[in-house]
């Protein structure tokens, strides 16, 4: 019989390859450039929803975080008003934004009549997400605390105004992209702003009678009705809107038999247009 050959017990060890150990990363262990990478990666994926809201011309931006936080608003009108906001000066870059409102967790763009959402939505979902990436404050002022705030020398009327507008009102008006500004209480008269998608809305009037007036009337009885406030730059465009009205209703329309040719009802419309223009920055 022959001998049993002897296997060095090694040889019965399976053999694997070696692998390299992979450390486990911890946010303290990453160097800052990879961090602010990671950072923007993440924030290159956000989802930014949008909703409808009653005007047409204003779209609600929903980026998935934090805007102002609970209980913050801040509207621009302009690029020169937006120089203390980053993310709004870069919004007013976009051609055709009129208005930008930051709400706790939302951004209103409001735009004008002639140019459309698509042409619009990606340069807004792309300046939204590289500002977010940056971080960056939405603000780079301190707001002043919020216009529904008790102050110790409220009345109670003032309180319960204050109160129903901050529970009942504003939530309410900014799921619509809109938020809602306390100016004061004079002789049963609440004045309140509207602001955001609100403003421009062209059911802003049935919003303030219908809604918001029957409730504040109906729980607290010293309220006699609500006055609408308007910027001095509001106020005089609606001015300068009611001349241009009343002239175009006095105008003696073109028909065959009349002796004003088209070009000249073109002529008068620009004179009127050029008048009304020169009275708005005149007054401003």
């Not at 390299?20 to 262990?29: D, G, Q, T």
């Not at 102002?68 to 621009?76: D, H, L, N, Y």
Request: glycine share 6%.
């Amino acid at each position: 019989m022959g001998v049993a050959k002897s296997w060095p017990r090694s040889f019965f060890k399976p053999s694997f390859p070696k692998v390299p150990l992979i450390p486990i990363l911890h946010e303290k262990s990453l160097s800052p450039n990879l961090t602010r990478s990671l950072e923007f990666q993440q924030v290159r994926t956000m989802f930014i929803q949008t909703e409808t809201t009653p005007n047409q011309d204003s779209l609600k931006f929903i980026p998935g975080v934090p805007v102002m936080g609970e209980g913050g608003t801040a509207e621009f009108l302009s690029g020169h008003s937006a120089s203390t906001s980053p993310l709004a000066k870069l919004l007013f870059r976009i051609e055709g934004v009129r208005g930008v409102f930051f709400g706790p967790d939302f951004i209103t763009i409001s735009k004008d009549q002639d140019t459309p959402w698509q042409l619009m939505k990606p340069d807004i979902y792309a300046n939204i997400m590289d500002f977010f990436a940056t971080g960056q404050p939405i603000v780079t002022e301190e707001q002043p605390p919020s216009d529904t705030t008790i102050q110790e020398g409220d009345s109670e009327v003032v309180q319960m105004i204050k109160e129903l507008l901050e529970t009942r009102v504003r939530p309410a008006i900014q799921e619509d992209g809109g938020d809602i500004e306390y100016r004061g209480f004079e002789n049963g008269i609440v004045k309140l702003k509207l602001r955001g998608s609100c403003r421009t809305c062209d059911s802003s009037v049935v919003t303030l009678k219908n809604g918001i007036e029957n409730m504040l009337m109906h729980y607290i009885p010293e309220v006699i009705s609500i006055q609408q406030v308007l910027d001095k730059e509001e106020e005089v465009g609606q001015q300068e809107f009611e001349k241009l009205e009343k002239r175009l209703t006095e105008m003696e329309f073109y028909d065959v038999g009349n002796t004003h040719s088209p070009l000249k009802l073109q002529l008068w419309l620009s004179e009127t247009f050029c008048m009304a223009s020169d009275d708005l920055y005149s007054n401003t």
